[in-house]
């Protein structure tokens, strides 16, 4: 045996423990780069849309592809706040609760108060900005883990929403101005359409343009990701890491207000229960887009991708006949997959190094 033949393998061998890789994981993380993340979540868009259709002709038409456009523009706009909360390493479970507190501000502020339609508004947003900002200072002032956070911040907000509405959809016949139910451009923009489009989901499609907007483009977007990426590394740079996680957490509050505002014109009144469980659907179409839940990484792009896997997936069951109790075990297990396949895409991507 020569000397290079007998060294080849052991350099071989060191190669491999240099990089932490065998050819098995080489193998894996190529399959894994493929079926996980963005990629993965596209695929089974696709897959789910083919499937579908061929199995039921009720699912292809038009008129029912426009109803998921129209039942998943909510949740929408919450994911992409919630996609610049997670670029940054944190989490919102208080989004929907937030909808739900500012959908019932602006309607009690208009309906009972008898203010006009913009202060109305404004009071609504502030609301969700407010909800928002008190995340972002809990947080980072008071050192207090985001999920357990929010997770306070979503039961006080429901509370407080209920205090506001009295446990009452606004509006309330009993308490509202005469003549006075909600703002024309709340029902306009939830309920009405453009030709066939729903105008919500066009208001959903231009959160999703600022959201891509200021995560690709902004010092904001840019400081998410070294925020989320390496938090003490973004603060030896000098972003001001505290900062930002306010804003984002501000920003996801502003796009939460929105959304309770088509909420709220999509249903024709104000319910301080309502977006019941919406902040789920939000951060599974984060994840399933793509998102890494530990920072870093993501584009709005992959959550859109997320969510319309998971309006997909719940509207095509249920028009096959599937039961809602087995459309909650699909949903959970198919969230569970692909976020799994993107983990192991991501440990096979830093093992091969």
């Not at 306070?152 to 959809?169: H, S």
């Not at 509050?253 to 014109?265: K, N, P, W, Y």
């Not at 887009?289 to 859109?304: A, C, D, K, Y």
Request: with cysteine; net charge neutral; glycine share 14%.
């Amino acid at each position: 045996m020569s000397v290079d033949e007998s060294r080849a393998p052991d350099e071989t061998d060191e190669e491999t423990d240099r990089s932490g890789a065998s050819g098995f994981q080489r193998g894996v993380g190529r399959v894994a780069s493929l079926a996980g993340g963005r990629g993965g979540a596209l695929i089974i868009l696709v897959g789910l849309l083919v499937v579908f259709s061929i199995v039921s002709p009720d699912f292809r038409t038009g008129n029912n592809l426009l109803n998921i456009l129209r039942q998943y523009s909510v949740p929408m706009i919450l994911a992409v706040g919630m996609t610049l909360v997670i670029v940054a390493r944190g989490i919102d479970l208080s989004v929907a609760a937030t909808a739900a507190l500012s959908g019932s501000v602006m309607g009690v502020a208009f309906s009972s108060w008898g203010w006009p339609a913009p202060l109305a508004l404004l009071l609504g947003l502030a609301s969700g900005a407010a909800v928002g900002a008190f995340n972002g200072f809990v947080i980072t002032r008071w050192h207090v883990p985001d999920f357990v956070a929010t997770l306070g911040t979503l039961t006080a907000v429901r509370g407080i929403a209920l205090l506001v509405t009295d446990g009452l959809p606004v509006p309330d016949a009993q308490a509202a101005v005469e003549g006075r139910t909600l703002p024309d451009s709340v029902l306009t923009l939830g309920g009405g359409t453009l030709g066939p489009i729903p105008l919500i989901a066009l208001v959903a499609l231009v959160c999703v343009l600022v959201g891509a907007f200021v995560l690709g483009r902004t010092t904001l977007g840019r400081s998410a990701y070294a925020v989320g990426g390496n938090p003490d590394a973004a603060l030896m740079s000098g972003i001001k890491v505290a900062r930002t996680k306010i804003s984002v957490y501000v920003f996801s509050g502003v796009l939460a207000a929105i959304a309770g505002f088509m909420l709220t014109g999509r249903q024709g009144s104000a319910n301080a229960l309502s977006a019941d469980q919406m902040e789920l659907q939000a951060i599974a179409a984060v994840v399933v887009g793509g998102t890494n839940l530990f920072g870093g990484e993501g584009r709005v792009s992959g959550t859109v991708i997320g969510m319309l896997v998971i309006g997909v997936l719940s509207n095509g069951l249920a028009i096959i006949g599937v039961s809602d109790f087995w459309q909650r075990v699909v949903n959970g297990l198919v969230i569970v997959v692909v976020v799994a396949l993107d983990q192991w895409r991501r440990r096979a991507a830093r093992a091969v190094g």
